[in-house]
């Protein structure tokens, strides 16, 4: 349920896939028993009454104030505090996301806070990267035996070693119980086998293949020690040139939901990368997992001469541009699907702002999206949509079908 009220008193699939041969490909990967046996109280609140909204950020220099922490529980449901969050008041990552997670779920009780720990690198801004130092053969080494690091500074955490994701498991359910958070957002999966030639090339073969193995036991070993009643969502479904066969899909069947993280920006904005996004969360939101949409207003965090404009002035620009992104994820929502629209990961990327639209009225689907050439429709009960991947253009009518 989003609570719209300040006081807090009360709170597509497509009709055409790519191809047979790559549907088929993509189900294999998956779970057959698309069902709602899976829907636990772990799950976040969903429903078709308004578009179903996801928020994710962090504030570096410090806590929310209390009127922020009353904007974001009266709009969202599920959340999760990236890392840095309150990092220079509580002093590390772990101790800002517990503060910040206590405040939040004082003002709504229902919503579901998720732990962000990256999968994969390690940062400095928590406190388990001084135990993870103390880890012996803990970081991954190149097959010449150098560390084989992220934007030369950043170790990687070597999944293969049992040790290592015990001490991983460990920060995170640590975390999650002293915050009484709801689970784990696992950041940055898909740079061990994204582009399985280049890595196997660099780690070895042998080194690689035990490294997706580990991603793997990794999110087994998460799921037992967290208990059904917490969540794990990993990011994530990503389509890019030379990438991945099954676009990340492959870990579905070990967590309760994925993050779609790159649509339309980064190396994924051609039309044939976007429609590949698109097929794959549909796949993954009719197994009945979570299935997050992070939309990006055409632009992004990356870009220094944007980020040079007051946040007024991009919300102004972000606020032109929802349709597309919105369009997009109307084609593919299925129950347990969330939009999340900002323009980077920080507080001051778009996250305390709104959107006319999300107030709108949408109803459920009337049917699954149809296909025609780069253009998708699909009807709701209060609203129409029209997209095409192609010109990047969208129209929403909302108000439809409202004497049906």
């Known amino acids: 349920m989003k609570i719209k009220t300040s006081t807090l008193i009360c709170f597509i699939l497509m009709a055409t896939f790519l191809s047979g041969a790559l549907r088929e490909a993509h189900a294999s990967q998956l779970s ?3 069902s709602q046996s899976q829907v636990t109280s772990a799950y976040p ?5 308004t578009v179903p909204v996801y928020a994710h950020f962090g504030r570096t220099k410090g806590d929310l104030s209390h009127e922020e922490n009353l904007f974001i529980a009266s709009h969202y449901d599920f959340v999760t505090l990236e890392k840095g ?10 101790k800002g996301i517990i503060a910040g997670a206590k405040a939040l779920k004082q003002l709504n009780p229902n919503m579901k806070v998720l732990f962000y720990w990256n999968g994969l690198l390690d940062y400095s801004l928590y406190d388990a990267h001084d135990t993870f130092s103390k880890i012996k053969n803990g970081a991954i080494k190149t097959k010449s035996g150098e560390l084989d690091l992220k934007r030369g500074h950043l170790k990687k955490y070597d999944l293969a070693n049992p040790e290592v994701r015990s001490w991983w498991i460990k920060v995170a359910n640590d975390a999650i119980q002293q915050g009484q958070l709801d689970g784990v957002f696992i950041d940055a999966l898909p740079q061990i086998s994204i582009k399985p030639e280049v890595s196997a090339k660099r780690l070895g073969t042998a080194r690689f ?7 793997i036991k990794l999110l087994d070993e998460t799921s037992a020690t967290l208990g059904a009643e917490k969540l794990i969502i990993y990011n994530g479904i990503r389509s ?7 676009g990340g899909l492959r870990y579905l069947n070990h967590a309760n939901g994925v993050i779609v993280e790159h649509f339309d920006q980064f190396q994924s904005r051609s039309k044939e990368m976007i429609q590949l996004d698109m097929e794959r969360m ?9 299935v997050i949409f992070k939309a990006w207003p055409g632009f992004n965090f990356t870009d220094k001469q944007m980020m040079k404009k007051p946040e007024k002035e991009l919300y102004e620009l972000a606020k032109k541009a929802i349709d597309f992104p919105l369009a997009c994820f109307l084609v593919i929502a299925q129950p347990y699907s969330y939009f999340n629209n900002t323009w980077g990961y920080r507080d001051h990327h778009g996250a305390l702002q709104w959107y006319p639209e999300l107030d709108r009225k949408l109803g459920a689907p009337l049917s699954d999206a149809k296909q025609e050439g780069w253009t998708y429709t699909r009807e709701f ?11 990047k253009t969208a129209k929403i009518t909302w108000g439809q079908h409202e004497d049906s």
Do not use: R
């Not at 009960?381 to 010109?391: K, L, M, P, Q, R």
């Open 282 to 290: 549909m796949q993954a939101a009719k197994t009945g997992k979570i």
């Open 240 to 246: 890019i040139p030379g990438g991945w066969e099954d």
């Open 381 to 391: 009960e209060h609203a129409s949509v029209v997209v095409n991947i192609d010109t």
């Open 209 to 215: 293949k035990a490294l997706e193995e580990g991603v």
């Open 45 to 49: 609140n969903f429903n078709w009454d």
């Open 85 to 94: 969050h309150g990092l220079k008041k509580h002093g590390s990552s772990e």
């Open 32 to 34: 057959n028993n698309p």
